[in-house]
């Protein structure tokens, strides 16, 4: 009698990145190849920890920073790496523009280092940050945005997806007008 014993890996996978034994390797590769990709849905504990899937663990690393996004409407954790060229990227446009050093002191004064994962693959978010951006809420949409991991309340969710949906209400047609305007960008130029 053979017995064969089958494992599920999917449980923190995102759609079409299942993996069996076989093939774990050649997902992890793709996975770090388009960055940080899917969303989840987790709840904060009493203590304002949430669960980080473990997809984007791995590609976050060891070195974490949390903080804001660029534009300053959800919280991030970022790879230390991406997080300094953010840093960097604000830093050399307000040397060329005060108006910028805004922005720079923001970014910098909402992100927090010396964050880690606990041993059950939760982050601690900073008070700050679930003040201003999570108001008490207990449920978390945790999504890929390819550089780094994006946390909104579930409520900012509704409201972005209800947004999105109304601005776009065709997605094909909002990027055909986005290409175009590219091709004629491109012909102006070359």
């Known amino acids: 009698m053979v017995v064969i014993s089958v494992t599920d890996q999917r449980q923190d996978a995102p ?6 034994n076989g093939d774990a390797s050649e997902n992890a590769q793709a996975a770090s190849r388009l960055g940080f990709i899917g969303v989840y849905n987790h709840s ?22 949390v903080g804001v996004t660029l534009s300053q409407d959800a919280i991030a954790i970022y790879p230390q790496e991406v997080w300094e060229e953010k840093v960097e990227m604000l830093s050399t446009l307000s040397r060329q523009d005060a108006a910028a050093e805004v922005f720079l002191t923001r970014f910098a004064m909402y992100s927090f280092d010396g964050c880690g994962f606990d041993n059950q693959g939760r982050v601690l978010l900073p008070a700050a940050l679930r003040d201003q951006f999570l108001e008490g809420a207990q449920g978390v949409q945790v999504s890929g945005t390819t550089e780094y991991v994006r946390l909104v309340s579930d409520k900012q969710a509704a409201l972005e997806r209800e947004s999105f949906h109304a601005k776009y209400p065709d997605a094909s047609l909002a990027i055909s007008a986005i290409q175009a305007r590219v091709r004629n960008k491109k012909a102006e130029d070359g």
């Open 44 to 65: 904060i504990d009493n203590k304002g920890r949430v669960i980080v899937p473990q997809t984007f663990r791995g590609l976050l690393g060891e070195k974490i920073i």
């Open 15 to 20: 759609k079409g990145m299942e993996t069996s």
